[in-house]
């Protein structure tokens, strides 16, 4: 028998790590996830993943982007979610960047696409100068998680095969 955890991380590996997203809110989702993780383990976001989904309107970019100071203080005090002022005001302010981002390059997968190929060290540049709470390994991770850099999967693992057809970033 499995390990829930590992369960947990399998499922995530095997059908979301490195395969590209294409919706905006799925993106959005994602970059909030990584920042959650950071100080923590993987396994514990993946275990929120749905709390986050509830407290974030299912990671509605125009929701988030209104949200005011009850939104503030309901999300501080969401059990589900990790509770970390820093972490929910970026997700607020990084939604109404990516509204801005949607309007100059008509999303925010135009606004990746734009500004690819890049290395890791220009990707974290762009970011910090862009959103908040995006130091350079919630970066890695993001841009790794969603296809536009490799090393998401070993060359042999099967998944790797999966990613390669569908043609991520990483490849063109």
């Not at 925010?108 to 060290?121: I, V």
């Amino acid at each position: 028998m499995k390990e829930p955890g590992r369960s947990l991380h399998q499922k995530y590996h095997d059908n979301h790590y490195g395969f590209p997203i294409h919706d905006d809110d799925e993106l959005f989702g994602r970059l909030i996830m990584e920042i959650n993780q950071a100080g923590l383990s993987w396994e514990t976001i993946l275990k929120k993943e749905e709390s986050f989904r509830k407290a974030y309107h299912g990671f509605n970019i125009k929701k988030v982007a209104t949200y005011g100071e009850s939104d503030r203080e309901r999300l501080l005090g969401d059990p589900g979610i990790i509770r970390n002022k820093l972490k929910v005001n970026a997700a607020i302010e990084n939604a109404k960047k990516i509204l801005e981002l949607q309007k100059e390059y008509g999303s925010f997968e135009k606004w990746l696409e734009h500004h690819h190929p890049g290395t890791k060290a220009e990707w974290v540049k762009l970011f910090k100068k862009t959103f908040r709470f995006t130091g350079g390994e919630i970066v890695g991770k993001f841009l790794m998680s969603i296809g536009y850099l490799p090393g998401a999967h070993s060359d042999g693992c099967p998944v790797h095969k999966k990613i390669f057809k569908l043609k991520p970033m990483w490849l063109k």
